[in-house]
């Protein structure tokens, strides 16, 4: 990792408190993915289009982790500090509700993009498409689910 990612990780943190507000009249409707991603056909675990590597994990403890927490949870060292809890990504009750179009959004465009809290932050500019697709895989690795 560069210093540089830091700073930029460094900067969204600082940042965040503005757009973080607990009134969700702020809340945008839902706009429309500018692009939709590939649609990857409800796979089973290990046989997915982008599958969980090591730099998936990797990239989890290093933009993720310090909301959504070390083992995604939803307790991690910044998550007091939000006024919206970060998603727990173990839970499948609420994660087998959503498609993997969807977990796609969220990470890419952020939470405004689906109709959720802009302290969920967009990494479009930080994180590359195959990357957010192994994330979601890596999220459906951690509810161990898939959507309904
Ligand atoms: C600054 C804290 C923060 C960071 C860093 C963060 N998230 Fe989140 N995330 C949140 C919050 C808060 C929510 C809940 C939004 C809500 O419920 O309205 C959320 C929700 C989500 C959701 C579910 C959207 C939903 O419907 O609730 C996904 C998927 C997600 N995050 C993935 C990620 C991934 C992957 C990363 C790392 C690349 C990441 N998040 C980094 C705070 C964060």
Same mark, same amino acid.
């Not at 757009?19 to 809340?27: F, I, K, L, Q």
């Not at 989890?60 to 933009?63: A, G, I, N, V």
């Not at 990504?89 to 498609?99: N, Q």
């Given at each position: 990792?560069?210093?540089?990612?830091?700073?930029?990780?460094g900067l969204i943190l600082w940042a965040l408190p503005a757009?973080?507000?607990? /009134?969700?009249? &702020?809340?945008k409707p839902a706009a429309p993915p500018?692009?939709?991603?590939?649609?990857?056909?409800?796979?089973?675990?290990?046989?997915?289009a982008h599958p969980v590597t090591a730099q998936t994990r990797q990239t989890?403890?290093?933009?993720c982790a310090q909301c959504h927490g070390t083992e995604g949870h939803g307790n991690g060292i910044n998550a007091p500090y939000l006024t919206v809890p970060p998603r727990d990504?173990?839970?499948? /009750?609420?994660? &087998?509700?959503?498609?993997d179009e969807y977990l796609f959004t969220a990470i890419q465009k952020g939470g405004l993009a689906v109709g959720r809290a802009p302290c969920m932050p967009s990494w479009e500019y930080t994180l590359d498409k195959d990357t957010i697709h192994s994330l979601v895989s890596y999220i459906r690795e951690l509810c161990r689910c898939e959507a309904l």
């Open positions: 990792m560069n210093r540089a990612f830091l700073i930029i990780a757009g973080c507000g607990p /009134d969700p009249a &702020e809340e500018a692009e939709s991603a590939p649609t990857a056909p409800a796979a089973a675990h290990g046989s997915r989890y403890q290093f933009y990504h173990t839970k499948a /009750d609420y994660l &087998e509700t959503r498609s």
